[in-house]
């Protein structure tokens, strides 16, 4: 399977995008996606996870203004992000993986396949 995020741009602080994570050569149902992201010189950071059952995880920075679903029907998952703040500018990657699980928060593991990822840059 191969994973395209797109939908990333150049937004104000406090307002919102929405990033999808589109696959190609499988199915996205029923397996758990991580979003992360990543700014120059730092090390990746988990960001959301949707699980097989979809349930949803959040790392705690980003609690109460992104959203994680998933759209069975387009073969996609989205990451609403709303009230964006400076800090929240990275490049975006979604991941999945056939033993992929969601174990925390940001603990998510078993991620494969990485999607080529997104730009969000927040400014004014």
């Known amino acids: 399977v191969q994973l395209q995020a797109s939908g990333g741009g150049l937004v104000q602080p406090g307002g919102s995008l929405r990033l999808s994570c589109a696959a190609t050569g499988g199915t996205l149902t029923a397996y758990t996606i991580g979003w992360f992201r990543q700014v120059p010189g730092s090390g990746r950071e988990a960001v959301s996870c949707i699980g097989s059952n979809d349930s949803t995880y959040y790392t705690n920075s980003v609690k109460g203004r992104f959203t994680v679903s998933r759209e069975n029907d387009k073969n996609t998952v989205y990451l609403q992000m709303n009230s964006l703040k400076r800090e929240d500018s990275a490049v975006y990657s979604c991941?999945?993986?056939?033993?992929?699980?969601?174990?925390?928060?940001?603990?998510?593991?078993?991620?494969?396949?990485w999607g080529k990822g997104t730009q969000v840059t927040v400014s004014s």
């Open positions: 991941a999945t993986g056939y033993y992929a699980y969601c174990a925390g928060h940001n603990e998510y593991y078993g991620m494969e396949h």
